[in-house]
C-alpha cells in the first residue's frame, strides 16, 4: 500500500478541527433542583435528599441563583439570551444517574450563541464562536473499588448545578484549545460562578476532533473524548487522537464517529462506545418544570452588576499603564494574578509598573509553580514584594542582589529592608569604595588590563565581574562599568 | 347508613361520638368488607388509633380544624411517611416514603384520621382496577363489576361506607371514572391547584390529586384542605384558593350551562344519556340555562392525551430500576441483567406496554410526528374549551359512556378500556376542572354526571353539584349490603 509510506506524524496535508464542550460546576451554595448542600468532599450520600435520590414522588424546583450565574457568563460572552429558556429530560439508565433521566436543557438552552477571544500565542489573536451554554443536573459518582465484586454509588454530586459550554469547531490545534479551555477557565472565575478545580472536576472538557484534507470545507468524522481533567492532558489528549486518526486514514480506514476515554496514565485515547451504540436520550421538556422566563430588565440588572472583566483589563493595562499586549494577557489570564498586581500596584509608584511585573510574571510565578502554590497562597504578599521592587527601583540593591532577597523572603526570613540590612546586601555607590577595589583588580590582573588597552573590548566584562565579586555582588554595576573605563583609559 | 363527612363533624361536635369511636367503627367496617371488596391495600390501625385519640384531645379543647378526628383513607400513590407506598405495583410492594405527600400532610394537619390506603391500578395505568398488583377491586354495587379505576380502591372504600371519604388522582379520569362507576361524589380540580409533591408521577403535565366523598358539600371541605400553593411542586399555582363551602347554598339561576354536543353522540349509552337528561332538566328547573356546545376536537383526546401520558410515564417509570428502592431481582449477574429482571419482574403488563408506547413515541426519528403532533392537538383541545367558556359558565356532560361492566370483560381489549375515558381526557390534556356526582341508576348500577369549569372555578362546580343534590338523593345511596 502507498499510503504506508506516508509519515503519520507528517502533518502538512491534514487540518485539525476541535470543538470543546465544558463543564462548569456552578458555584452555588446547594444543588440546582434540591436544598441540599453542593460542598466537596462529604461522606458519601450525606448530601443526598430526596430530590436528589430520585424518590418516587419527589419534584425539583429550580435554584434561581445557577440562573442568574449562567446568565451571567452569557452577557460576559456577549450571547443571546432569550426571554424563554426550557429544562428537558435526557433519558438514560446508569446508577449514578437516580431518576433515569438528567435534567438538561435541549431546545432552548439558557445562553444562546456568543463569543470570546483567544490568544494561543505572543501576539496572536483569534475569536472562537461559542454555539450555546445550558443549564443542567450533574450525576453521581459510580465507585468501583471499593466492594468485592461491588459497585458503590455516591449520590452528593447528584443534582449539582453546572453550565455545559459548547464551543464551534473553530480550533485548528490542541494548543489553540487548550488557549481557549484556559480563556473560559479564567472567565469563570472572574465571574465567581466557577472556583474552576480541575481535580475536584469542578471544570471538564470533552473535546470532538476531526481532521480534513487541508483546504477542504467540510467536517471529518469526530471522535470525542472524554475524561480530561487537566490542561496539559487536554493537549496531549487531541495530539494523540489527531495522530490516531492520520494513521486510520492514512492506512486506508475510516475514522468512526465515537466515544474515546482519555487514559492520562497510558497516554492513549480508547473506544468507550461507537455512534451505533450510543444512546437515544429522547428528550423532552420537563413536565415538572416550568419555562424560564427572564426578562431585559433582569438581564440589564446582570449585566451592569458584572465585574471587570479579562478582557477589559487586559485593555486597560496596555492603555493606563503601558503594559505590553504580552504581559497584559498573562497577568489577566488568571483572575487571581490580576488581583495581586493590582493589590501590590496600588502601593506601587506608577514608574515602577514594568518592574513589578516582570517579578510577578517571572521570580514569583516561577516560584508559586515550583512549589505548586496558587498565587493567593504566595508566601510573599503583594505589599512585600512591592517593597522589594522599591529597593531595586531606588538602588539600594541590584536586580542581582534583589533574587537573592526573594529567595529569603520565600523562605520567610522577613520582608526585603530586613533581610537586606541583616545580611548587609546594600548596593555600594560609594565612588570611593569602589576606586578602592577597581585598583586591587586592576593590579590583580595585568595581563587581562594590557589585553583591553590592546582593544580587546570583551575583557572589560571580565573585569567588572572580577570586582563585582570582590564587592561580594554589592556594587553599583552600572557604576563599576562607568569607573572601570575612566580608570583604563 | 353511612355517613357523610359533615355529618361526622358534626357528631364528633356535639360530643354523640368521640374520634376513636367512629374510626373503631370504620375499621371495623373494613374489617369485615374488604376481603370481598378489596378496597384496601394496607389498614394503618395504629396511627388511626393514636391519631383519633390526639383529635379527641382537641376536640376536647373546643379547638376543632377542618377535618379533626374525621376518618379517612389516601390512595396507595400518595407518599405517606413510615407507611408502605405500593403505588398497586410489585415494584413497591417493599417500599416504605420516608416523607409525606403534600396532600397527606395537609390533610393529617386539617386534623384527619388516617384509616389505610387503597387500592388502584398499577402506576394509575388503568380505568378498572384490574391492573393492580393486589388484586381487583370489587363494585360495591355488584362485585362482579369494576369499580373503575386507577382510584378504584378509594371510590369503592367511599361507596361502600368503608371511609366517609378517600383521596385520588385523576390523570386521563382515575378520580371521575371510578366516582361516576361507584355512585359517589369525586373532584379533579385544575392542574396546580392541588401539589403533585409526594404523588407518584404518572403523567406530570396531567396528574391532579383531589378527594372523593359522599357529597358534593364533602368534596368542598376536603378539597379546600388539600389546595394551594406548595413551593416544593414548581408547578402549582399561587392563585388564590377560594372558600369552596362559602357558595354551595347560593342560587344557580342564570347560570349558562353548556352541552357539548360530541359528548352525547355515537358511543353513549342511550340509558345513561336519559338519565343525564333528567338531571340536566332539574338544573334547568333551579334556573340554569342550557344550551348547545360543540367541542370539535373531542375524538382526538384519546389519541393525544395516550401519546403525552405515555411519553411522560415512560421517563417517570425510569427510576424504579432495582438500584436505590423497590424491587430488586435476585442475585443480577450484571447491571444489565439487574434492570431487566428487577423491572420485568416489577411491573406488571399494562405498565410495561405504556412504558414501551411511550418510548417509542419520544424516539429519534418518531418525536414530530407523535409527541410534538400530541402538544399540537394538546392546544387545540385546550382552545376548544377556551372558546367554549366564552359563551358559557360551566360545560356538562356524561363522565362515562356506559356504566360499570363486568371485571375480565375488557381486559384484552386495552382500546375499548382507553374508551372509558372519552368524556374524562380532554381535561386533563386542558387542565380544567371537573366533578363527577350520581344521578341515577342503568340496570342497577350508578350513572354519573361530569360538570367542567373553567380554570380555578371548583367553586361553581361545587355549588352547582350541591344544589343538585339539595333536591335528589342518588349521592346518599348505598348498595343494600353496606347500608
Not at chain 1, 487548550?178 to 473535546?207: P, T, W
Not at chain 1, 483572575?335 to 515602577?352: G, N
Not at chain 2, 411491573?347 to 414501551?356: C, D, P, S, T
Not at chain 2, 371537573?434 to 350508578?446: H, K, Q, W
Amino acid at each position: 500500500m502507498t499510503a504506508a509510506a506516508v509519515s503519520p506524524s507528517d502533518m502538512g496535508q491534514w487540518e485539525t478541527v476541535i470543538g470543546l464542550e465544558i463543564h462548569a460546576q456552578l458555584a452555588t451554595s446547594s444543588k440546582i433542583f434540591s436544598g441540599a448542600s453542593t460542598a466537596y468532599g462529604a461522606e458519601a450520600n450525606t448530601q443526598a435528599c430526596a430530590v436528589d435520590l430520585g424518590l418516587p414522588g419527589v419534584l425539583p424546583v429550580l435554584n434561581r441563583e445557577a440562573v442568574r450565574m449562567a446568565i451571567r457568563f452569557g452577557v460576559a460572552i456577549d450571547a443571546n439570551i432569550d426571554h424563554q429558556s426550557i429544562f428537558a429530560r435526557k433519558n438514560y439508565f446508569y446508577p449514578d444517574l437516580p431518576k433515569g433521566y438528567q435534567i438538561s436543557q435541549f431546545e432552548h438552552p439558557i445562553v444562546g450563541k456568543g463569543q470570546i477571544s483567544i490568544s494561543p500565542a505572543e501576539g496572536e489573536h483569534k475569536l472562537v464562536g461559542i454555539t450555546r451554554a445550558h443549564l443542567e443536573e450533574d450525576a453521581g459518582k459510580s465507585v468501583h473499588d471499593q466492594f468485592p465484586e461491588q459497585s458503590g454509588i455516591d449520590l452528593n454530586r447528584a443534582g449539582t448545578p453546572l453550565l455545559e459550554i459548547v464551543s464551534e469547531p473553530d480550533m485548528r490545534s490542541a494548543k489553540e484549545a487548550v488557549a481557549y479551555a484556559r480563556k473560559i477557565h479564567s472567565l469563570v472565575r472572574y465571574l465567581e460562578i466557577c472556583d474552576g478545580n480541575m481535580q475536584e472536576g469542578s471544570f471538564r472538557c470533552d473535546a470532538n476532533v476531526s481532521i480534513r484534507r487541508r483546504g477542504d470545507d467540510k467536517l471529518g468524522t469526530r471522535a470525542e473524548i472524554k475524561n480530561i481533567n487537566s490542561f496539559r492532558f487536554l493537549e496531549r489528549a487531541i495530539n494523540h487522537e489527531v495522530e490516531r486518526q492520520i494513521e486510520v486514514i492514512e492506512d486506508g480506514g475510516r475514522v468512526v464517529q465515537e466515544t474515546r476515554l482519555y487514559d492520562s496514565e497510558r497516554d492513549e485515547t480508547r473506544s468507550m462506545r461507537s455512534k451505533e451504540e450510543a444512546n437515544d436520550y429522547r428528550y423532552f421538556p420537563d413536565p415538572d418544570l416550568l419555562p424560564v422566563n427572564i426578562s431585559a430588565s433582569d438581564i440589564a440588572e446582570i449585566r451592569a452588576a458584572l465585574p471587570e472583566l479579562p478582557e477589559q483589563k487586559k485593555q486597560r493595562y496596555i492603555s493606563e499603564l503601558g503594559l505590553s499586549d504580552y504581559n497584559a494577557e498573562l497577568l489577566t489570564a488568571n483572575r487571581d494574578t490580576a488581583l495581586y498586581f493590582e493589590t501590590a500596584f496600588a502601593e506601587a509608584e506608577a514608574t515602577q509598573a514594568a518592574v513589578l511585573v516582570n517579578w510577578i510574571l517571572g521570580d514569583l510565578t516561577g516560584a508559586l509553580n515550583k512549589a505548586g502554590l496558587d498565587i493567593n497562597e504566595s508566601p510573599i504578599s503583594a505589599a512585600a514584594l512591592v517593597q522589594l521592587v522599591a529597593r531595586i527601583t531606588d538602588e539600594t540593591i541590584s536586580g542581582k542582589i534583589a533574587k537573592q532577597v526573594f529567595d529569603a523572603m520565600w523562605q520567610g526570613e522577613g520582608n526585603a529592608d530586613e533581610i537586606i540590612e541583616a545580611r548587609g546586601l546594600r548596593q555600594i555607590t560609594d565612588s570611593g569604595a569602589i576606586e578602592t577595589l577597581i585598583d586591587e583588580v586592576i593590579a590583580a590582573n595585568p595581563e587581562q588590563v594590557e589585553q583591553f588597552r590592546a582593544g580587546k573590548e570583551k575583557v572589560l566584562g571580565f573585569l567588572v565581574g572580577q570586582v563585582m565579586k570582590e564587592s561580594r555582588g554589592k556594587a553599583n554595576p552600572g557604576q563599576v562599568n562607568e569607573l572601570l573605563r575612566d580608570k583604563l583609559k | 347508613m353511612p355517613m357523610t363527612v359533615t355529618e361526622i363533624r358534626q357528631g364528633l361536635a356535639s360530643g354523640q361520638f368521640s374520634s376513636v369511636e367512629i374510626t373503631r367503627d370504620y375499621l371495623q367496617r373494613i374489617a369485615q368488607h374488604n376481603p370481598v371488596l378489596n378496597c384496601f391495600i394496607s389498614v394503618t390501625e395504629d396511627i388511626a388509633l393514636q391519631q383519633a385519640e390526639a383529635a379527641d384531645a382537641l376536640l376536647a379543647q373546643g379547638n376543632p380544624g377542618l377535618l379533626t378526628g374525621v376518618p379517612l383513607a389516601h390512595k396507595d400513590l400518595f407518599c405517606t411517611d413510615g407507611v408502605k407506598t405500593s403505588c398497586g405495583s410489585r415494584m413497591l410492594d417493599n417500599f416504605i416514603a420516608p416523607y409525606d405527600a403534600t396532600v397527606v400532610e395537609c390533610i393529617r394537619d386539617a386534623g384527619a384520621v388516617m384509616l389505610g390506603k387503597t387500592n388502584m391500578d398499577e402506576f394509575a395505568m388503568g380505568s378498572s382496577n384490574e391492573n393492580s398488583w393486589y388484586g381487583s377491586v370489587a363494585n360495591p354495587w355488584n362485585t362482579a363489576y369494576v369499580p373503575g379505576g386507577s382510584s378504584g380502591g378509594s371510590a369503592a372504600a367511599v361507596a361502600a361506607g368503608l371511609a366517609p371519604a378517600a383521596t385520588g388522582t385523576d390523570t386521563g379520569g382515575s378520580i371521575r371514572q371510578p366516582a361516576a362507576l361507584c355512585g359517589v361524589t369525586g373532584i379533579k380540580p385544575t392542574y396546580g391547584r392541588v401539589s403533585r409533591y409526594g404523588m407518584i408521577a404518572f403523567g406530570s403535565s396531567l396528574d391532579q390529586g383531589g378527594p372523593f366523598a359522599r357529597s358534593a358539600a364533602d368534596c368542598a371541605i376536603l378539597l379546600q384542605a388539600m389546595s394551594g400553593f406548595d413551593a416544593r411542586d414548581s408547578t402549582s399555582s399561587d392563585t388564590p384558593v377560594d372558600d369552596y363551602s362559602a357558595r354551595l347554598e347560593q342560587g344557580i339561576e342564570g347560570f349558562k350551562i353548556g352541552l357539548p354536543k360530541e359528548f352525547f353522540a355515537e358511543g353513549l349509552d342511550s340509558r345513561l344519556a336519559r338519565v343525564i337528561e333528567t338531571a340536566i332538566d332539574e338544573l334547568r328547573k333551579q334556573g340554569a340555562e342550557i344550551c348547545d356546545i360543540s367541542l370539535p376536537n373531542t375524538a382526538l383526546s384519546i389519541p393525544t392525551y395516550y401519546v403525552v401520558a405515555m411519553a411522560e410515564c415512560s421517563s417517570n417509570l425510569s427510576r424504579f430500576d432495582g438500584v436505590r428502592f423497590g424491587h430488586r431481582c435476585d442475585e443480577p449477574v450484571d447491571l444489565e441483567d439487574l434492570y431487566k429482571r428487577s423491572r420485568g419482574e416489577g411491573f406488571g403488563a399494562e405498565v410495561k406496554r405504556r412504558i414501551l408506547i411511550g418510548t417509542y413515541a419520544l424516539s429519534a426519528g418518531y418525536y414530530d410526528a407523535y409527541y410534538l403532533k400530541a402538544q399540537q392537538l394538546r392546544r387545540m383541545i385546550k382552545n376548544d374549551f377556551q372558546t367554549a367558556f366564552d359563551s358559557v359558565d360551566l360545560i356538562l356532560g356524561p363522565t362515562t359512556p356506559e356504566v360499570a361492566f363486568k371485571i375480565g370483560a375488557k381486559t384484552d381489549d386495552p382500546v375499548s378500556m382507553y374508551l372509558q375515558d372519552i368524556y374524562t381526557i380532554s381535561l386533563n390534556l386542558a387542565g380544567l376542572p371537573g366533578l363527577s356526582l350520581p344521578v341515577g341508576f342503568v340496570d342497577g348500577l350508578p350513572v354519573g354526571m361530569q360538570l367542567i369549569g373553567n380554570y380555578f372555578d371548583e367553586a361553581r362546580l361545587l355549588q352547582v353539584a350541591h344544589r343538585y343534590q339539595q333536591v335528589s338523593d342518588w349521592h346518599l345511596q348505598t348498595p343494600e349490603a353496606y347500608s
